[in-house]
């Protein structure tokens, strides 16, 4: 029989696959076409070979075997240890790929681990921050008074290995892209339930209709105001909702006004942090849709509270006549008491009937008190924060220690015209500033007299907006907190997650927060040197 020589029937696979019976039919298939040969022998699987015994090998076959050369067997030999070897790489080169995969997907797991956790730590900062806020507005020098700055820490603020920063507000920021670090004065801003239609329309960005919505969604009829919405708007929206016709329980509740926008509410300050970021002054570039004029106008929310008020149960009623007597003779002594208390038509003490009575002239407000009582500013100061001329609780005026000029602008007396005047006056005076009188002198005495019902110099509820970081500066959160400390301990009434509104710490902390990193890895024992920025 004469096999053809191909390379595959030269081994002895082909060979020992075929009986007496079959090899034949190959020789007769291999003349017929040598070609055809490798078909028939195509099918028959190795394990058919090892079943064939030595003993149904035909001689001429054995004879071929045996004297096939090593030559023509080693090729073959070496071929199968080839793939054997690529075979092997391959399994080892799946191994080496699942190792990495796995390796860095542990590496993200571990990560992001980490990042939780430093979540978690900032957190526990913020927590940790309104203790301390709490501790700072109990202990505050002049009572209902917004903490002066050098009193507290109020930046960077360690706790274990995370830190916090209490973002706020100030006409002391020179920069309008540095966030301004402190508390926030609640009763620096207007109370949308208490302020008049005229004193809204005077806001930024305000218009008459929305202005008029406002007044039409807190007040208790459903009698549209000029430009207003009751519920036949709210009725034809989809969702269709009802005109809630009574006050507003937050800020966040102007979403709900018909006429709100985005860039109304916000304004150019989406992050709601009082600092020019980058994205706010780029134009259409990235959100928001600025008017790219370097300059922070932000939207109405960042003047408006639901929360200011003034809590009067302790204090001496001006117009109580011998609670006001005892006080300012407390203070004064019985003669300039008795000066004092003649202006009001109060008979001297020694004509004054025991118990009270006598006709005495009722004042609506202290600022009023302190004009008809002739007090100089000192005076004023001395019995300022006993003092009041209602006893029950006050909402919505307005600190114009603390307010911003916008905020200002919009009180009766004071207007747009005066308001920068105002804010003029006050910078730089820290010792006048401990009443409400300054502002006789600030704007005049009719002026003052108009603004002095919705004005004070007092304030009890404050805002911490806490920014936090975990260790390695990462897991940043934000949380903003509304303390009420007209009652003592101060409580917590509102809180809200900004996290979601992104970095808002400005770029200065970043870069120096970078910086950091980049020396602690040179050396691992250095601190933080963000204590520098405030
Ligand atoms: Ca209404
Ligand atoms: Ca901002
Ligand atoms: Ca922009
Ligand atoms: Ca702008």
Same mark, same amino acid.
């Given at each position: 029989?004469?096999?053809?020589?191909?390379?595959?029937?030269?081994?002895?696979?082909?060979?020992?696959?075929?009986?007496?019976?079959?090899?034949?039919?190959?020789?007769?298939?291999?003349?017929?076409?040598?070609?055809?040969?490798?078909?028939?022998?195509?099918?028959?699987?190795?394990?058919?070979?090892?079943?064939?015994?030595?003993?149904?090998?035909?001689?001429?076959?054995?004879?071929?075997?045996?004297?096939?050369?090593?030559?023509?067997?080693?090729?073959?030999?070496?071929?199968?240890?080839?793939?054997?070897?690529?075979?092997?790489?391959?399994?080892?080169?799946?191994?080496?790929?699942?190792?990495?995969?796995?390796?860095?997907?542990?590496?993200?797991?571990?990560?992001?681990?980490?990042?939780?956790?430093?979540?978690?730590?900032?957190?526990?900062?913020?927590?940790?921050?309104?203790?301390?806020?709490?501790?700072?507005?109990?202990?505050?020098?002049?009572?209902?008074?917004?903490?002066?700055?050098?009193?507290?820490?109020?930046?960077?603020?360690?706790?274990?290995?995370?830190?916090?920063? /209490?973002?706020?507000?100030?006409?002391?920021?020179?920069?309008?892209?540095?966030?301004?670090?402190?508390?926030?004065?609640?009763?620096?801003?207007?109370?949308?339930?208490?302020?008049?239609?005229?004193?809204?329309?005077?806001?930024?960005?305000?218009?008459?209709?929305?202005?008029?919505?406002?007044?039409?969604?807190?007040?208790?009829?459903?009698?549209?105001?000029?430009?207003?919405?009751?519920?036949?708007?709210?009725?034809?929206?989809?969702?269709?909702?009802?005109?809630?016709?009574?006050?507003?329980?937050?800020?966040?509740?102007?979403?709900?006004?018909?006429?709100?926008?985005?860039?109304?509410?916000?304004?150019?300050?989406?992050?709601?942090?009082?600092?020019?970021?980058?994205?706010?002054?780029?134009?259409?570039?990235?959100?928001?849709?600025?008017?790219?004029?370097?300059?922070?106008?932000?939207?109405?929310?960042?003047?408006?509270?639901?929360?200011?008020?003034?809590?009067?149960?302790?204090?001496?009623?001006?117009?109580?006549?011998?609670?006001?007597?005892?006080?300012?003779?407390?203070?004064?002594?019985?003669?300039?008491?008795?000066?004092?208390?003649?202006? /009001?038509?109060?008979?001297?003490?020694?004509?004054?009937?025991?118990?009270?009575?006598?006709?005495?002239?009722?004042?609506?407000?202290?600022?009023?008190?302190?004009?008809?009582?002739?007090?100089?500013?000192?005076?004023?100061?001395?019995?300022?924060?006993?003092?009041?001329?209602?006893?029950?609780?006050?909402?919505?005026?307005?600190?114009?220690?603390?307010?911003?000029?916008?905020?200002?602008?919009?009180?009766?007396?004071?207007?747009?015209?005066?308001?920068?005047?105002?804010?003029?006056?006050?910078?730089?005076?820290?010792?006048?500033?401990?009443?409400?009188?300054?502002?006789?002198?600030?704007?005049?005495?009719?002026?003052?007299?108009?603004?002095?019902?919705?004005?004070?110099?007092?304030?009890?509820?404050?805002?911490?907006?806490?920014?936090?970081?975990?260790?390695?500066?990462?897991?940043?959160?934000?949380?903003?907190?509304?303390?009420?400390?007209?009652?003592?301990?101060?409580?917590?009434?509102?809180?809200?997650?900004?996290?979601?509104?992104?970095?808002?710490?400005?770029?200065?902390?970043?870069?120096?927060?970078?910086?950091?990193?980049?020396?602690?890895?040179?050396?691992?024992?250095?601190?933080?040197?963000?204590?520098?920025?405030?």
């Amino acid at each position: 029989m004469n096999l053809p020589r191909s390379p595959r029937l030269s081994c002895n696979y082909p060979v020992a696959i075929l009986g007496d019976g079959e090899a034949d039919r190959v020789g007769q298939a291999s003349r017929l076409s040598p070609n055809s040969l490798p078909a028939v022998t195509k099918g028959w699987p190795p394990h058919k070979a090892r079943n064939c015994g030595p003993e149904r090998i035909s001689k001429d076959v054995r004879d071929r075997r045996d004297a096939c050369p090593t030559a023509s067997a080693r090729p073959n030999a070496k071929r199968e240890r080839g793939s054997v070897l690529i075979i092997v790489l391959w399994i080892a080169f799946g191994l080496v790929t699942l190792a990495l995969y796995f390796a860095n997907s542990m590496g993200m797991e571990l990560r992001a681990a980490d990042n939780r956790v430093a979540g978690l730590e900032a957190e526990q900062a913020i927590d940790g921050a309104i203790r301390y806020v709490s501790k700072v507005i109990t202990n505050v020098v002049t009572p209902g008074t917004l903490p002066d700055i050098e009193s507290y820490q109020r930046s960077d603020v360690p706790v274990g290995e995370a830190s916090f920063w /209490f973002i706020g507000r100030s006409d002391e920021q020179t920069s309008s892209e540095q966030v301004y670090f402190g508390l926030v004065d609640e009763a620096s801003k207007l109370n949308l339930n208490t302020a008049t239609l005229a004193m809204l329309q005077l806001l930024p960005r305000m218009t008459p209709e929305l202005a008029a919505a406002i007044i039409d969604w807190r007040d208790s009829n459903s009698d549209v105001t000029t430009g207003g919405a009751e519920d036949e708007i709210y009725q034809r929206l989809s969702p269709a909702y009802r005109c809630k016709n009574a006050p507003f329980d937050s800020v966040d509740e102007l979403r709900l006004i018909h006429g709100t926008t985005a860039e109304t509410l916000f304004g150019d300050d989406p992050n709601r942090n009082g600092a020019l970021d980058p994205n706010e002054n780029d134009g259409d570039y990235s959100p928001p849709n600025d008017d790219r004029n370097a300059r922070l106008d932000p939207g109405i929310t960042e003047y408006l509270t639901v929360w200011s008020r003034e809590s009067n149960v302790s204090r001496t009623n001006v117009n109580t006549q011998t609670n006001l007597a005892s006080l300012l003779l407390d203070k004064f002594g019985a003669e300039r008491a008795n000066q004092i208390l003649a202006r /009001f038509g109060t008979p001297p003490s020694t004509n004054r009937p025991p118990g009270g009575g006598g006709t005495t002239r009722q004042v609506g407000n202290l600022i009023e008190f302190f004009v008809v009582g002739q007090l100089t500013q000192d005076e004023f100061a001395q019995i300022y924060s006993d003092i009041t001329a209602t006893n029950t609780t006050v909402l919505g005026l307005v600190n114009i220690n603390t307010a911003s000029e916008a905020v200002l602008a919009c009180i009766p007396g004071i207007g747009t015209d005066k308001a920068s005047t105002v804010v003029a006056y006050r910078q730089g005076k820290t010792t006048q500033l401990n009443s409400v009188a300054w502002l006789v002198e600030a704007v005049g005495q009719e002026a003052a007299l108009q603004a002095a019902p919705y004005v004070t110099a007092r304030s009890s509820v404050f805002t911490a907006d806490v920014a936090a970081l975990g260790h390695h500066d990462r897991g940043y959160r934000r949380i903003r907190h509304i303390i009420d400390n007209a009652e003592s301990p101060p409580r917590v009434v509102y809180r809200q997650d900004l996290s979601h509104l992104g970095w808002a710490l400005g770029r200065d902390v970043r870069e120096q927060l970078e910086l950091d990193r980049d020396q602690r890895a040179i050396n691992p024992n250095r601190g933080s040197s963000l204590t520098r920025i405030r």
